[in-house]
């Protein structure tokens, strides 16, 4: 699989923003969206999911790692807000469970993907080692032999 260029490449963000797509679905129906504050929550939290692997995706393996540990958290309370959402009756009984395999699939694939930055080196922040100082040459005289 060749690298990614952006970070709509990346699995990952395709499963987060497919899980945004069928939220916003869910969060723009009458009675749900009458609900200002758990329809923001619930967007705001798919909303971070998705914005944390943008923004981390520039950077190094460490650090985009870290990110994607935001997206998780943001995850988990995507899972908590829908169950809050079906408790309401804002999604039906049918529809929980479609959602929750988006979730179920989109958790273990962010924890694969932390793993796997964590134990390769970052070829694009590739370091090298430390030069060391020059010391001063004697400068030879054309006279000496």
Same mark, same amino acid.
């Given at each position: ?14 499963? #987060? ?118 010391? #001063? ?9």
């Amino acid at each position: 699989m060749p690298p990614a260029r952006r970070y709509s490449d990346l699995r990952v963000w395709k499963l #987060a923003d497919e899980l945004r797509r069928q939220i916003f679905s869910l969060t723009n129906r009458p009675r749900f969206a009458r609900d200002f504050k758990a329809r923001e929550q619930l967007d705001d939290a798919i909303n971070s999911v998705c914005r944390n692997i943008a923004e981390g995706f520039p950077c190094g393996h460490i650090e985009f790692a870290r990110f994607l540990e935001f997206s998780r958290r943001s995850l988990n309370e995507v899972r908590d807000a829908l169950h809050a959402a079906s408790l309401k009756g804002y999604v039906s009984e049918e529809e929980l469970p479609a959602l929750l395999r988006l979730v179920d699939r989109l958790a273990p694939a962010l924890a694969r993907f932390i793993a796997y930055l964590r134990r390769t080196p970052d070829l694009r922040r590739r370091t090298y080692p430390a030069r060391k100082p020059r010391t #001063a040459r004697k400068r030879r005289h054309p006279d000496d032999g």
